[in-house]
């Protein structure tokens, strides 16, 4: 495997990855004890969540700059992955800010 076979499914893997344990975390902490999901937790977690998506499109780019070859599509899908669920993650890190974690 080439260098930028791995950065591009690096980065199209990590962005729903982050998605993943971000949803799982939080919801995690609701059954324990529903207070914990709010702040700081919810906006730290979140923020991790969204450095990871970062990270993972900061891994594509160099690759995506390239035309024609397959590895330059799949980053390029990974800019995409990591813009979208960056996108789902600041939102739902926004409703742990205004919503409280114990409102049913």
């Known amino acids: 495997?080439?260098?930028?076979r791995i950065r591009s499914f690096a980065g199209l893997s990590l962005p729903p990855?982050?998605?993943y344990v971000f949803?799982?975390?939080l919801g995690f902490t609701l059954r324990g004890s529903c207070a914990a999901a709010g702040i700081p937790a919810g906006?730290?977690?979140g923020a991790f969540s969204l450095g990871?998506?970062?990270l993972a499109g900061w891994l594509a780019w160099p690759v995506a700059k390239g035309e024609g070859s397959a590895d330059a599509f799949v980053a390029k899908l990974?800019?995409?992955a990591a813009g979208l669920f960056a996108l789902a993650i600041g939102?739902?890190?926004?409703?742990?800010l205004i919503v409280p974690p114990c409102a049913h």
Not at 1 to 4: C, P, R
């Open 52 to 54: 990871a998506c970062a």
């Open 23 to 25: 949803e799982q975390g």
């Open 78 to 80: 990974a800019l995409l």
């Open 17 to 19: 990855i982050a998605w």
């Open 91 to 96: 939102y739902q890190t926004l409703a742990t």
């Open 43 to 45: 906006p730290l977690w």
């Open 1 to 4: 495997m080439t260098a930028d």
